[in-house]
């Protein structure tokens, strides 16, 4: 599927037409994820990462953007895989989310970030009932790339600031009994 | 200028103008005779204005309402009326009824059920006004303008009119400015009454020099009133700049030059020349009269000698008037100094600061190492230089809190004779300032706070005296800076808050269970509870078991804590305790292993050397200092922060809420101009940091929470000992 393809930079002439269809996927423990092109802000190398104390594990810090000072969270964690492990093509995707009132941006940690892909409209399948390595209810809609399949993630729910708070919480009052 | 623009600047200019009138109102009763005139004068003056630029506009109902208000003032300030307790209710209520009306033309309806509640206001003030009049047939008259003594001066001088003469000629530009002439001339007719309108043809260009979006109106205009010559200005004042006027009073002889000098060709240059000689002109007036007699120096040779002649005895007063209203220009040019900026902009300027100072800690930092001389020396200059910008910005946003204070004088006024108490406001403090965002959040809680205190607190007279208090109850509110907090407490001295009480009430609405053990300070929490209301009746003010669950709500959202100190029969204090939430604070910055940390400066007490003694093993819960057992907070433990313990650590001793503790770090890395960065949602429950900063070297480090921390220790102690 060659027309599916695209190299990473986007024209922005052509982006308006096409950007219902986009996606930025990204390797996490070696399978394929996307987030859709238009949640995604920017990509980052690995940087420092300041750790806050008290927080769940898949809250991994930190990070100065230019000036403004945004959470970064380990995906791999926060699906409740093994932490990603930093490596040289460790990325930080920045990504703008959706709240109740308000959007939020956070930074993403990724084992390494591939490419941006097109996919048409009919190439999407519903997310399966079960048997999926990440919960289901982060799963926008599967992605078929010839034989293989790219899970598109629901940005909102995966990095849901309030939900990702009452982990934190639920942890506290565990360990407090 | 745009009249659209123009309208909404008299809307805000009102509401400013209405919160002014209202403190001063407040003040009235308390000032001594001197001071209480200068308020009254403001009062006026607000009151006039509101008229005048309401009358620009064709806001009839507020004129007309503000007219009445107006008259009653005009008395007052000529001590026609004295001052009561009755006044000024009325005319407090008056101002409402003006907000409301101006609310009313603001959202662009012409209301009439609001004109008519103002009918019974009208009635009372006509009262005051028939009452007065009664005692000024006895009395003298009195004169009715400003700087007075002109027209008494020429009083052995009349001329057979009795009207103003005005001479307007309006600026070229005038339509253009998108002015009416029509309608100032209209709007003179709520001075009195327009005699007669000559057209001046004078100024007419020939027809092929005439541009027909030009104004070359000019006119003469006979008008019979009682107005102020300053009254009368004030019409003219939004084409006061580019027109020409010229205000004669009544019975002055200066009728009979005007007279004269109007048939001559250089009207407006002699009618200049002629009013400085009465006397009876304002100083830019003067001043520009100045001006043409510079450039025409000449020309009035034979004027001159008039003036010297006629002039001669009133030289005086015309200085003395000259001076009186330089003085009143002079607090008016202070009064108007302010600037309205945007709200955004100042955001946006304060984020772009914050960023600047970072940018330039990161700079030093660079200089340090490469260790060039000149440029460290330049870059300490700019450092400097941006240190004086960054407070600079930061006070833009500062607002004293007095201006809030103040509002509670009202509130206490109106509930206080509505539940018949006596009660004095005392405000402590007004100038403690705070950052914009805060003190606009700051306001309804606070708000509930003294309204709980009128209402529960503060007992009535019969039950105070009885008590053996004195009958008058005072509520105290005050504000101040503690170790980078900012404290607001609204203190009463009424019957205070029962303990026992609030238990059997919580047991019985089944807050807390009937055997729980809790101390004096939990139950006294309780009433922060929602759904907790200890008011045996309800009143329309408070008691509904809403409002201190509100308050604790909306503290919790700007990331303060309410503490509650009461003494039964002595009163209470309720003590709303935030954080400076503001931009930028000095910081001291600690290391522990590889991560960095800033303590606010201001809880900061001292830096010691944690000693390794065989008896004071590096994981000691208490040090010695000086004698007084000092906890220890092992930030490496507490903060879960991982690396190589160094060969020896320090102490830094801090202090909140009056407890001292001693943070144990590993190196101290001196002050730091801290730019906070808010933390964001996510990260609003971990207790123990307060929000974020960038370090110099583009990091990020954390700024703790003290308060928050020595809580937490406190309250995980028990735990340990499980």
């Known amino acids: 599927m060659a027309e599916a393809k695209q190299s990473l930079a986007v024209r922005e002439g052509d982006a308006s037409a096409q950007e219902e269809s986009q996606y930025l996927t990204f390797l996490l423990h070696g399978e394929l994820y996307a987030f859709g092109i238009l949640h995604v802000k920017e990509i980052l ?105 790219v899970i598109i993630l629901d940005e909102n729910k995966v990095l849901s600031v309030e939900e990702m708070t009452l982990v934190g919480q639920v942890r506290d009052a565990a360990m407090e009994n | 200028m745009n009249m659209d623009a123009a309208l909404q600047t008299f809307f805000s200019e009102s509401r400013e103008l209405l919160e002014q009138m209202e403190s001063l109102l407040l003040q009235l009763e308390t000032l001594d005779e001197a001071s209480r005139q200068e308020s009254l004068h403001g009062i006026f003056r607000a009151a006039h204005t509101i008229k005048g630029s309401a009358g620009m506009f064709g806001l009839d109902d507020v004129v007309n309402f503000t007219h009445a208000v107006e008259s009653v003032l005009d008395r007052l300030r000529n ?92 600026g070229h530009n005038c339509f253009r400015d998108g002015m009416d002439p029509l309608s100032f001339i209209t709007y003179l007719k709520h001075l009195g009454d327009v005699i007669s309108i000559i057209p001046l043809a004078e100024f007419l260009p020939t027809v092929s020099e005439f541009d027909s979006e030009s104004c070359y109106l000019a006119f003469g205009i006979q008008l019979a009133s009682s107005a102020s010559k300053q009254e009368i200005e004030d019409v003219f004042e939004f084409v006061r700049e580019d027109s020409i006027l010229h205000i004669i009073p009544p019975r002055s002889r200066l009728q009979e030059f005007v007279d004269l000098i109007e ?40 004027l001159g000698e008039i003036i010297s002649s006629t002039n001669a005895g009133i030289q005086p007063v015309l200085q003395a008037a000259l001076d009186k209203q330089g003085k009143v220009r002079d ?140 009958e008058k109850g005072t509520i105290i509110l005050n504000a101040y800076h503690d170790s980078g907090n900012i404290v607001i407490e609204v203190s009463d001295d009424g019957k205070g808050l029962d303990p026992e009480l609030i238990r059997a009430k919580a047991i019985e609405k089944q807050l ?102 065989p008896d004071n093993p590096f994981d000691a819960p208490y040090f010695n200092l000086r004698g007084q057992v000092l906890p220890l907070i092992y930030l490496r433990h507490c903060l879960g922060v991982e690396g190589r313990y160094p060969a020896r650590q320090n102490v830094v001793v801090v202090q909140s809420g009056g407890v001292s503790a001693g943070l144990v770090v590993d190196c101290l890395l001196g002050e730091f101009q801290t730019v906070i960065k808010p933390l964001g949602k996510l990260f609003s429950k971990v207790g123990c940091i307060s929000g974020s900063t960038i370090l110099g070297n583009g990091s990020v ?21 499980q």
Request: aromatic content about 4%.
């Open chain 1, 45 to 149: 190398e690995y940087g420092r990462v300041t750790k806050v104390p008290r927080m769940p594990d898949f809250i991994e810090g930190v990070i100065n953007l230019r000036g403004e000072v945004i959470p970064v969270v380990n995906l791999a964690s926060r699906f409740g895989m093994a932490a990603s492990q930093i490596s040289r093509r460790t990325c930080i995707v920045i990504v703008e989310v959706d709240q109740e009132t308000d959007s939020q941006v956070i930074g993403v940690l990724v084992d390494s970030v591939s490419e941006v892909l097109e996919i048409a409209q009919d190439s999407l399948r519903g997310a399966p009932s079960f048997g999926a390595s990440i919960r289901t209810d982060f799963i926008r809609a599967m992605g078929k790339l010839g034989e293989a399949f």
């Open chain 2, 79 to 170: 001590r026609q009326l004295s001052v009561s307790d009755a006044l000024v209710s009325l005319l407090l209520q008056c101002r409402d009824h003006i907000a409301q009306l101006v609310d009313s033309a603001e959202a662009g309806n012409h209301d009439s059920t609001i004109v008519k509640a103002g009918q019974p206001l009208l009635a009372a003030l006509q009262s005051y006004l028939v009452a007065g009049a009664a005692a000024e047939t006895q009395a003298p008259a009195l004169p009715v303008s400003e700087p007075p003594p002109f027209e008494r001066l020429d009083s052995d001088d009349v001329a057979s009119s009795e009207c103003w003469h005005i001479s307007i000629r309006f």
């Open chain 2, 263 to 302: 048939a001559m060709p250089q009207v407006d240059q002699l009618l200049g020349q002629m009013l400085v000689t009465s006397g009876a002109l304002t100083e830019n007036e003067l001043q520009r009269a100045l001006q043409l007699q510079q450039q025409r120096s000449s020309s009035h040779q034979p």
């Open chain 2, 331 to 470: 607090t008016l040019v202070k009064e108007q100094k302010s600037l309205r900026v945007d709200a955004e902009k100042l955001d946006k300027l304060i984020n772009l600061v914050g960023e600047l100072v970072t940018a330039g800690a990161g700079t030093s930092l660079l200089a340090d190492n490469l260790g060039d001389s000149a440029l460290n020396e330049s870059v300490s200059v700019l450092n400097s230089l941006l240190e004086a910008v960054r407070d600079a910005a930061l006070e833009l946003r500062m607002i004293p809190i007095g201006a809030t204070f103040s509002r509670f004088q009202r509130v206490v006024r109106d509930i206080a004779h509505e539940l018949d108490k006596e009660i004095e406001l005392v405000i402590n403090g007004a100038e403690t300032e705070l950052d914009k965002s805060v003190i606009e959040k700051i306001g309804d809680p606070l708000t509930h706070l003294v309204r709980n205190a009128i209402d529960h607190g503060i007992e009535s007279p019969a039950v105070r005296a009885a008590a053996g208090k004195a």
């Open chain 2, 512 to 613: 807390v269970d009937e055997n729980a053990v809790l101390s004096r300070e939990e139950i006294l929490n309780l009433i922060l509870e929602p759904g907790f209301s200890t008011a045996e009746k309800v009143s329309n003010l408070s008691g509904r078991g809403v409002g201190m669950d509100v308050v604790k709500r909306n503290i919790a959202e700007l990331r303060g804590r309410v503490e509650i100190i009461s003494q039964v029969g002595q009163g209470s204090t309720m003590r709303i305790i935030l954080p400076l939430t503001l931009a930028i604070i000095d910081g001291f910055v600690i290391g522990v292993a590889d991560e960095q940390f800033v303590v606010p400066l201001d809880a900061v007490l001292e830096c010691l050397e944690l000693k390794q003694q």
């Open chain 2, 701 to 721: 480090a954390l700024i703790l929470d003290i308060h928050g921390l020595i809580n937490t220790m406190t309250e995980s102690e028990p735990q340990l000992l």
